[in-house]
Nanobody, 123 residues
Framework: QVQLVESGGGSVQAGGSLRLSCTGE??????MGWFRQAPGKEREGVAV???????NYADSVKGRFTISKDDAKMTLYLQMNNLKPEDNAVYYC???????????????????WGHGTQVTVSS
């Protein structure tokens, strides 16, 4: 049973940076991603990472966030730079075994989820 644990959240001022980590994935070939949910809003996809290195980002974070994976440490990262108040949210990690596609909807429908880590950005 895969159990994901996120860490690295915190409080920063606008323009600052944070790096989130997600551990617990045990798939040989995986599809993983980061999502976030702000108060009163639906959960939205932030970035996905397929085991073959393919990535995809939400338009709102392109150029500011970078998703990466250290297979030796079995850890997924989300480097977040130039943070904005609108990035305030609980950030969740999701994972599943790799399939033909690695997309936000696929992870939403069939991924295993962590419990989230809070990111607070003050203006």
């Amino acid at each position: 049973q895969v159990q994901l644990v996120e860490s690295g959240g915190g409080s920063v001022q606008a323009g600052g940076s944070l790096r989130l980590s997600c551990t617990g994935e045990k798939y040989t070939r995986y599809c993983m991603g980061w999502f976030r949910q702000a108060p009163g809003k639906e959960r939205e996809g932030v970035a996905v990472f397929n085991y073959d290195g393919r990535t995809n980002y939400a338009d709102s974070v392109k150029g500011r966030f970078t998703i990466s994976k250290d297979d030796a440490k079995m850890t997924l990262y989300l480097q977040m730079n130039n943070l904005k108040p609108e990035d305030n949210a609980v950030y969740y990690c999701a994972a599943r075994a790799a399939g033909a596609f690695c997309t936000f909807p696929i992870l939403v429908s069939s991924g295993t989820w962590g419990h989230g880590t809070q990111v607070t950005v003050s203006s």
